[in-house]
C-alpha cells in the first residue's frame, strides 16, 4: 500500500496532466486552419425575382402636364373691294355673332350710253358683321381706308378657353380609343372638371403654319374645351387625366415583367434545370404599373419580374417608371 500511494498515484496524476497538455499543445498550434470566405470562392446564390400572373383591375388613366389658353381669335375679313365708310364696333366692345362691325362702300364706274355719255357711278355698300360672339380685340383699319375682299380688318377674342398639353409617344398606345373628354385640375382654381371636345392631332411633316399664323406645333398635342361655367384665366397651369379605359378582373403582371407592352409582348420564365423560357402574350390596356395579359398564361404561373437586361430598380429615376423593355418613362 505504501508503494501504491508513493509511485503508483503520483505516476498516473503525471501521466494524465502530461495528456491533458499534449491535447491542449495541439488544439492550439496544430488544430486545421479554418477556410474563410473570400470573393473568389462565392457562397451565395443568385435568384432572380418572380411574381405570380394575378388577376386585377387596370384603369388606363393617362396623365398629361397642361395649359390653360384662350381659344384663337376669330379674324374679321372685308368681304368687299372698296373704301371703309364707317367704323361702328370700338376695340374693347363685347359684340355677338352677325353684329355691325364697319361699312365698306364700292363705286361701281357708269357705263357709256348710246349717245356716248359717260352714266353716273353708282355706289355699293356691304356691312360686315361680326364672324363670332366676343370682345373686339382690334380694328386694323381706319375710316376712308381702300380695302381688298380678304383684307383682315379686325380680330374678335372669344370668351372660350381650352386646355392643351403635350402626349408622349408611347402613351398613343395606351389611347387607341379616343375619349372624346378629360377630367381637368386646375393649379389653384375650382374643383376637377369635365373638359369636353377632347381632339389628339400630331402635325404631319411639312404642315403649313395655322391660319392665325402661328407655326404648327411639333408631336403629338391634346386639346379639350373648357366649359362656359368654369371661370379659369390665360396660362393657368392644369393636370389633364384622360380615360383610356378600365379592364376589370382580367389578368395582370407588373410592366417590368413584359418586354413590349403594347398588343404583343413577351414574358420570361425561369425553369427548374436553370434554363430561361420566352412566352410570347397577347396584352391589352397598360396603366404605367400593371398590364393586362389576354393570352400567354394562366393565372398564378410565375414570371420574372425584370425582364433580362432591363435596367435595375435602382438605375430608374425618381418620377419615372421602367416600361419593362428597356425604355424608361419620366411624367412631365
Known sequence: MNIARKWVFPIIRILIFAAIAAALIKIAFFAAPEVEAGPEFPT?????????????????????????????ASPIQATLAGEVTEIVATVGAAVAVDDRILTIRQEVPGVINDDGTMAASTYKTIIVRAPAAGVVSSISVIKGQLVEVGDPVGQIAPPSFSVSGTLEPDQLYRLLNQPTEATVTVTGGPAPFACTNLKITTSLAGEEPAADGSAAASGTSVTCSVPAEVKVFNGLQAQMSIPGGVAENVLVVPVTSVEGIAEAGNVYIASEDGTTEVRPVVLGLNDGVNVQVVSGVAEGEMVMQFVPGAPEVSDVPDGCTDMGNGNVVCEG
Do not use: M, S, W, Y
Request: glycine letters at 10%.
Open 44 to 72: 451565395g446564390e443568385i435568384v432572380e425575382p418572380q411574381v405570380a400572373v394575378a388577376v386585377g383591375t387596370i384603369l388606363n388613366d393617362v396623365a398629361v402636364q397642361g395649359t390653360v389658353a384662350a381659344d384663337a
